[in-house]
């Protein structure tokens, strides 16, 4: 069974970090590229984060200088490093892969599965 599963989320105060982790089992995570999402109460699931099976890296305009993503394919895992976070950053946070690497890293359509997603609550 392909699966997803993140974690790391939590509650942190304005300022804080945070590391995400994407996990998968039934495949290798090399070989996909994934994506970074989150979900606010309200609002579309927009793009945070991206990397490809070769390590090309995006960001939201809203993230970058904060936010680092990075693969560790010997522990099929992806990470996502949240520094200096605000509370405009809480939401729930999804990992998703997509067989084909994709400069349209933030169209939803472009990934084949998706984890179950982890929140992330930045308040004082």
């Known amino acids: 069974q392909l699966q997803l599963e993140e974690s790391g989320g939590g509650l942190v105060q304005p300022g804080g970090s945070l590391k995400l982790s994407c996990a998968a089992s039934g495949f290798t995570l090399g070989d996909y590229a994934i994506g970074w999402f989150r979900q606010a109460p309200g609002k579309e699931r927009e793009g945070v984060s991206y990397i490809s099976t070769i390590e090309r890296t995006y960001y939201a305009t809203s993230v970058k200088e904060r936010f680092a993503i990075s693969r560790d394919n010997a522990k099929n895992t992806v990470y996502l490093q949240m520094n200096a976070l605000k509370p405009e950053d809480t939401a729930n946070y999804y990992c998703?892969?997509?067989?084909?690497?994709?400069?349209?890293?933030?169209?939803?359509?472009?990934?084949?599965?998706w984890g179950q997603g982890t929140q992330v609550t930045v308040s004082s």
């Open positions: 998703a892969a997509a067989k084909r690497n994709t400069l349209f890293w933030t169209d939803l359509r472009r990934y084949d599965y």
